[in-house]
T-cell receptor, first 112, second 111 residues
Framework: DSGVTQTPKHLITATGQRVTLRCSPR?????VYWYQQSLDQGLQFLIQ???????AKGNILERFSAQQFPDLHSELNLSSLELGDSALYFC???????????FGPGTRLTVL | GEDVEQSLFLSVREGDSSVINCTYT??????LYWYKQEPGAGLQLLTY?????DMKQDQRLTVLLNKKDKHLSLRIADTQTGDSAIYFC???????????FGKGTHLIIQP
């Protein structure tokens, strides 16, 4: 158990809908990262937050957004969902953003 | 852009050593990582090596880094059935950035 929690574990929704994935980092970690894992693209970095501020952006679509709250938990919002958005979404945390990253168990999103 | 390459499958006999290889392209990589993913689970950090090191040993795991050739390997001694998983190599610049992952190597253990 890495200490990073993600909810929900599974999410099934329809095309065009919007969903919110939630992540709580390890106690004391200030930085949160979001990744998408799909069969064709592998593991792709989406976005990083550090102490409430966006720090780095990866291959995140404009339909996706994220935020980190004062209690350091983070949410990833996915809107106008398409079939191709079906994937495992992982959250990771690290103490300062310059250290090794610890991953949560993931949220499996299925878009029908 | 940055790229990390790994072979997709490795099959070894139980009790033998497994060597999983990885190559990367970003010469500014500061840290290189090995993660393990078991079916239906998240990624477990196994070990990492700083780019100014050549080798790191941690119990049954040995990481070798050849910075000149941008080649990283993970050796698992005395491979057991519990080692069956997907192993991901990842590189990070050490700055404010996400990690770049390889596609993962499926380690298959033969009895």
């Amino acid at each position: 158990d890495s200490g990073v929690t993600q909810t929900p574990k599974h999410l099934i929704t329809a095309t065009g809908q919007r969903v919110t994935l939630r992540c709580s980092p390890r106690s004391g970690d200030l930085s949160v990262y979001w990744y998408q894992q799909s069969l064709d693209q592998g593991l792709q970095f989406l976005i990083q937050y550090y102490n409430g501020e966006e720090r780095a952006k990866g291959n995140i679509l404009e339909r996706f957004s994220a935020q980190q709250f004062p209690d350091l938990h983070s949410e990833l919002n996915l809107s106008s969902l398409e079939l191709g958005d079906s994937a495992l979404y992982f959250c990771a945390s690290s103490p300062s953003g310059y250290n090794e990253q610890f991953f949560g168990p993931g949220t499996r999103l299925t878009v029908l | 852009g940055e790229d990390v390459e790994q072979s997709l499958f490795l099959s070894v006999r139980e009790g033998d050593s497994s060597v999983i290889n990885c190559t990367y392209t970003d010469s500014s990589s500061t840290y290189l990582y090995w993660y393990k993913q078991e079916p239906g689970a998240g990624l477990q950090l196994l070990t990492y090596i700083f780019s100014n090191m050549d080798m790191k040993q941690d119990q049954r795991l040995t990481v070798l880094l050849n910075k000149k050739d941008k080649h990283l390997s993970l050796r698992i001694a005395d491979t057991q059935t519990g080692d069956s998983a997907i192993y991901f190599c990842a590189e990070g610049g050490g700055g404010a950035d996400g990690l770049t992952f390889g596609k993962g190597t499926h380690l298959i253990i033969q009895p």
